[in-house]
């Protein structure tokens, strides 16, 4: 799914919830491998990099909450960090 999106990522999940049961942990790691010095950096490639790695994380985390209290079993999240943000 595209995690920049709110109505895929709100779809993937009750999806997959109906194909599994449920979800027990959301592992996100959506990323995507740009670098270049900031004064060379566009702001389209800011906001990309914004969309994907803020806005998406939060999308995903925010829809496996409301998931996993309506389970009422709990649940993890696992967030994978960038290598690539040393760059």
Known sequence: IDVTSEDQVLSGFAETAVEFGGIDILVSNAGLASSAP?????????????????????????EAFR??????????????ASKNGLA
């Open 38 to 62: 900031i004064e060379e950096t566009t702001l389209a490639l800011w906001n990309r990099n914004m969309d994907i790695l803020s806005t998406g994380y939060f999308l995903v985390s925010r």
């Open 67 to 80: 998931l996993f209290r309506a389970q009422k079993i709990g649940g993890n999240v696992v967030f994978v």
